[in-house]
């Protein structure tokens, strides 16, 4: 079955870095896009960025352009987000989620991880 | 950016009551819809894709219906287990985005 376990959340002072980790288990990896999607404290979803299958293509939500790069590892069914620049605002639950179609971008479907903390406070 | 106005922000039912939550898109999404219900602590569960199918193993009392710019989402009979918090989603382009979700509760 699908399995999506996210790892790497925690307190960061403002400013400072994080990068998030997300394994993929049980589906070919190498053959859907994954999206990060977050939820701050008490609030709604909010979509963060994609990347496709092959790591050519990747899309941000204008919150975090600049200051967010997707990347992926085929090798190592990884997805990560390397978060710089961090502001109290980005606090929030992190979670990756795995394409519905193949060999496309198409959108977020059923399989999200469970999400991790990233808490910026200083 | 398509935006994805969502009502009511806030419901109370009876158990056995009809709810009904709408979403309304900035554009013509078509039929490019999911609905998601978000229990505290939980990731969120897919129950409709493209704006009507039951994705498996979801009851048959969660529906949803319409395409374009107005698109609706149902619950037959409110059941107890059903409190929670419900977003549509749209996917017809990039950047995803999200209604502002509707938290239901049990009178």
């Known amino acids: 079955q699908v399995q999506l376990v996210e790892s790497g959340g925690g307190v960061v002072q403002p400013g400072r870095s994080l990068r998030l980790s997300c394994v993929a288990s049980?589906?070919?990896?190498?053959?859907?896009?994954m999206h990060w999607v977050r939820q701050a404290p008490g609030k709604g979803l909010e979509w963060v960025a994609v990347?496709?299958?092959?790591?050519?293509?990747?899309?941000?939500a204008d919150s975090v352009k600049g200051r967010f790069t997707i990347s992926r590892d085929n090798s190592k069914n990884t997805l990560y987000l390397q978060m710089n620049s961090l502001r109290a605002e980005d606090t929030a639950v992190y979670y990756c989620?795995?394409?519905?179609?193949?060999?496309?971008?198409f959108g977020v479907g059923n399989y999200w991880g469970q999400g991790t903390l990233v808490t910026v406070s200083s | 950016d398509i935006q994805m106005t969502q009502s009511p922000s806030s419901l109370s039912a009876s158990v056995g009551d009809r709810v009904t939550i709408t979403c309304q898109a900035s554009?013509?999404?078509?039929?490019?819809l999911n609905w998601y219900q978000q229990k505290p602590g939980k990731a969120p569960k897919l129950l409709i894709y493209?704006?009507?199918n039951l994705e498996t193993g979801v009851p048959s009392r969660f529906s949803g219906s319409g395409s374009g710019t107005d698109l609706t989402f149902t619950i037959s009979s409110l059941q107890p287990e059903d409190i929670a918090t419900y977003y549509c989603?749209?996917?017809?382009?990039?950047?995803?985005?999200f209604g502002q979700g509707t938290r239901l509760e049990i009178k």
């Open positions: 049980g589906f070919t990896f190498s053959a859907y896009g």
């Open positions: 554009q013509d999404i078509s039929n490019s």
């Open positions: 989620a795995k394409d519905t179609q193949d060999y496309t971008i």
């Open positions: 493209d704006a009507s």
């Open positions: 990347m496709s299958y092959d790591g050519i293509n990747k899309y941000y």
């Open positions: 989603q749209q996917y017809d382009s990039l950047p995803i985005t």
